[in-house]
């Protein structure tokens, strides 16, 4: 499975974002997809989590998340996507699209965002 992220980008406090995630390759039974957001000093697998959603549509999200961000997925197209408004400066970081199957993790290379006050 590989995962190709893309969206990132500068906003100031306020503004919106959307991120999407094209997974390929063995995708077609990805059961979970989501969004993790690596700040400074995390490694990637320590990331903090975000958003994520089941093949089912099952979706759930960090308290932080709630309310601001939507997360979707189109599993015919093996697409994803992170809707973001209202962002705040602590929502800064990298993120990153990670994919689960069969167990195991995947993870896709990171989008930087960045929201200044």
């Known amino acids: 499975v590989q995962l190709q992220a893309s969206g990132g980008g500068s906003v100031q406090t306020g503004g919106s974002l959307n991120l999407s995630c094209q997974a390929s390759?063995?995708?077609?039974?990805?059961?979970?997809m989501g969004w993790y957001r690596q700040t400074p000093g995390q490694q990637r697998e320590q990331s903090d989590f975000?958003?994520?959603?089941?093949?089912?549509?099952?979706?759930r999200y960090a308290e932080s998340a709630k309310g601001r961000f939507a997360i979707s997925r189109d599993s015919d197209k093996n697409t994803m996507s992170l809707q973001m408004i209202d962002l705040k400066p602590e929502d800064t970081g990298v993120y990153y699209c990670?994919?689960?199957?069969?167990?195991?993790?995947?993870w896709g290379q990171g989008t930087q965002v960045t929201v200044s006050s």
């Open positions: 990670h994919a689960n199957r069969w167990l195991v993790d995947y």
């Open positions: 390759g063995s995708a077609s039974d990805i059961n979970v």
């Open positions: 975000v958003a994520r959603i089941t093949k089912g549509g099952d979706t």
